[in-house]
């Protein structure tokens, strides 16, 4: 059959162009095909680089879940900073128990715990010991009274654990606010012979309260005097 040159060139024309742009595409598959081989030799080295750095990471994060009490690891759920107050509440409650045995006539001891209640973290827990009953329980059932001379001997133990540290600071003067009135008249015995022993280790003890039994047992007072034009003070005794 006669042939078709115009057909042909045509052919030819459209063929032309499927090269150049295959042969575009193929270029840029090889330019992107360098481009990600020089990535990935980059991620492989930082991946290298960061393995070390990613395993001092998980020991570091480890540590502080363990310093900060949220590790499944750290059974008490207890912060290392309530670990550290633990010891030196444990140091506390000793120092407390020989002043509160004494104002509770030989029946209430304290003991640090670091038992977990609930979901609740541990570590700065007290109980109270009943030699009447050789149980623990729990400090909220002491009465007003007896948390009162509880609080006290705790912050009296307080001031002899931090004046018994190497290079502590001695607590010459110690004042204590109110609480007295809910003590009975044996208690406050107790409570006041406990405190007089204080004045014999040269240290001053200054009570706030509105208690009247107090008077015949504190010889120098200062006593507050309400007027219309304000208050003033009165001064009674010269100690003892």
């Given at each position: 059959?006669?042939?078709?040159?115009d057909?042909?060139?045509?052919?030819?024309?459209?063929?032309?162009?499927r090269?150049?742009?295959?042969?575009?595409?193929?270029e840029a598959?090889?330019?992107?095909?360098?481009?990600?081989?020089?990535?990935?030799?980059?991620?492989?080295?930082?991946?290298?680089?960061?393995?070390?750095?990613?395993?001092?990471?998980?020991?570091?994060?480890?540590?502080?879940?363990?310093?900060?009490?949220?590790?499944?690891?750290?059974?008490?759920?207890?912060?290392?900073?309530?670990?550290?107050?633990?010891?030196?509440?444990?140091?506390?409650?000793?120092?407390?128990?020989?002043?509160?045995?004494?104002?509770?006539?030989?029946?209430?001891?304290?003991?640090?715990?670091?038992?977990?209640?609930?979901?609740?973290?541990?570590?700065?827990?007290?109980?109270?010991?009943?030699?009447?009953?050789?149980?623990?329980?729990?400090?909220?059932?002491?009465?007003?009274?007896?948390?009162?001379?509880?609080?006290?001997?705790?912050?009296?133990?307080?001031?002899?654990?931090?004046?018994?540290?190497?290079?502590?600071?001695?607590?010459?003067?110690?004042?204590?606010?109110?609480?007295?009135?809910?003590l009975?008249?044996?208690?406050?015995?107790?409570?006041?012979?406990?405190?007089?022993?204080?004045?014999?280790?040269?240290?001053?003890?200054?009570?706030v309260s509105?208690?009247?039994?107090?008077?015949?047992?504190?010889?120098?007072?200062?006593?507050?005097?309400?007027?219309?034009?304000?208050?003033?003070?009165?001064?009674h005794?010269?100690?003892?």
């Amino acid at each position: 059959p006669p042939a078709d040159p115009d057909a042909a060139t045509d052919r030819a024309r459209r063929a032309d162009l499927r090269l150049r742009a295959a042969a575009a595409t193929d270029e840029a598959a090889a330019r992107d095909t360098a481009a990600l081989d020089t990535l990935s030799r980059q991620a492989t080295a930082e991946a290298r680089r960061l393995g070390p750095l990613r395993a001092q990471y998980e020991r570091v994060a480890r540590l502080a879940q363990l310093a900060a009490g949220t590790s499944t690891e750290n059974e008490r759920r207890m912060r290392l900073e309530s670990y550290v107050l633990a010891a030196r509440l444990e140091q506390v409650a000793a120092a407390a128990t020989v002043r509160l045995h004494r104002m509770s006539g030989g029946r209430y001891t304290l003991v640090h715990t670091a038992d977990r209640s609930g979901r609740g973290r541990s570590g700065l827990g007290l109980r109270v010991v009943d030699a009447w009953t050789g149980r623990e329980r729990d400090t909220a059932t002491l009465s007003g009274g007896e948390t009162f001379f509880a609080s006290l001997a705790l912050a009296l133990g307080l001031a002899d654990v931090v004046t018994d540290e190497a290079g502590g600071v001695r607590l010459d003067t110690l004042f204590i606010d109110e609480g007295f009135g809910s003590l009975d008249d044996q208690t406050l015995d107790d409570v006041l012979d406990v405190l007089d022993t204080l004045r014999e280790r040269d240290r001053s003890v200054g009570i706030v309260s509105h208690v009247a039994d107090l008077r015949r047992r504190v010889h120098t007072q200062l006593e507050v005097v309400k007027g219309r034009d304000g208050s003033r003070l009165r001064v009674h005794g010269t100690g003892g």
